[in-house]
């Protein structure tokens, strides 16, 4: 009877959307623009696959959205937080990378729509994957969570860059190479000095190397990113930053691993010696207990073959 009661609650828990639309965090950037803050654990039933950061801007227009959410109900989840900014519908999303939550909540915003903009890799990615996706988090958040998600595709898509100028603002979409994964792009508006990132920049959590698996690439991705001098980050993890901490947090990190782990590689040392390194530097961003070492696991196959 106990268990059942459990599950009762759970169930419960997966379907009542508006009640869990506090945990997106609200963070106003500057004028009319806004992160939409998700948590940094695990994908599971009462996140819906929303454990990332959302980018939000409102125009007369309507609103531009970057990334959609993991799920369904993680789209519901982002519709209801941006229902307490404003009342005007998503005309635009943006899928900034190919982890679900850059994607499999277009469906929601398409069916009231919305245009759907991501670059052609990150769709060769979100087809490539597909299976995966919905393997992980049927495992992580259970079927019920998962109700309403399909695989919908970006109406719109662009190989390296694309020139936007929607709201009074212009949105120069770049994806200059792979990051986090492989069709990884970032957002300027020169206008604001706001950039939203994806996975390419992490704060207040440590990154995972991800599946595009080249830190070398991710490291000129972000170079250029930063070249931009924005005022304002909105990373794909964590809340509003700027450059400074994106740096620190994301860039410091995957450099520190590189050199670390290429003296190991140098010497003839084994992976044993990679995933033993000391990450003390880092161990103030959360999860890193969780995944510290697989990255320096899986830094060190990329760069045997380097
Ligand atoms: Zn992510």
Redesign the pocket.
């Known amino acids: 009877m106990l268990k059942f009661r459990a599950l009762l609650v759970l169930v419960f828990c997966a379907v009542g959307v508006s009640a869990q639309a506090a945990d997106l965090k609200v963070q106003q950037v500057t004028d009319g623009i806004y992160a939409l803050v998700g948590p940094h654990e695990q994908r599971n039933a009462t996140n819906f696959a929303n454990n ?1 950061t959302f980018g939000v801007v409102v125009t007369d227009e309507g609103v531009l959205l970057v990334d959609p959410g993991g799920s369904y109900l993680g789209a519901a989840q982002i519709d209801a937080a941006i229902k307490t900014i404003t009342d005007k519908p998503v005309k635009i999303v943006i899928n900034s ?1 190919g ?1 679900d ?2 994607w499999l909540g277009n469906g929601y915003f398409k069916a009231k729509g919305a245009h759907i903009i991501a670059s052609a890799d990150a769709v060769k990615d979100h087809k490539a994957r597909l299976n995966d996706y919905f393997f992980m988090l049927t495992n992580l958040m259970g079927k019920e969570a998962l109700k309403g998600t399909d695989a919908v595709y970006a109406d719109e898509t662009f190989d390296k860059e694309l020139d936007l100028n929607f709201g009074g603002h212009r949105f120069e979409i770049r994806h200059v190479g792979s990051a ?1 994964t492989l069709g990884d792009s970032f957002i300027w508006m020169p206008d604001t000095g706001v950039m939203f990132t ?2 390419i920049v992490y704060v207040e959590r440590m990154l995972g190397t991800g599946p595009a698996g080249n830190t070398a690439n991710w490291i000129d991705v972000f170079e250029t990113m930063a070249d931009y001098n924005p005022k304002f980050i909105v990373p ?2 964590g809340p509003v930053t700027d450059v400074r901490r994106a740096t620190l947090e994301t860039y410091d990190y995957l450099v520190y691993l590189r050199t670390m782990i290429g003296r190991i590689i140098e010497n003839g040392g084994p992976i044993a010696e990679a995933v033993a390194i000391d990450q003390s530097p880092f161990k103030h961003l959360e999860v890193f207990d969780e995944i510290s070492k697989r990255n320096a696991q899986a830094v060190f196959m990329q760069m045997e073959f380097e």
């Open positions: 990332a990378g982890q939550h850059r986090h994806g996975d794909g993890h």
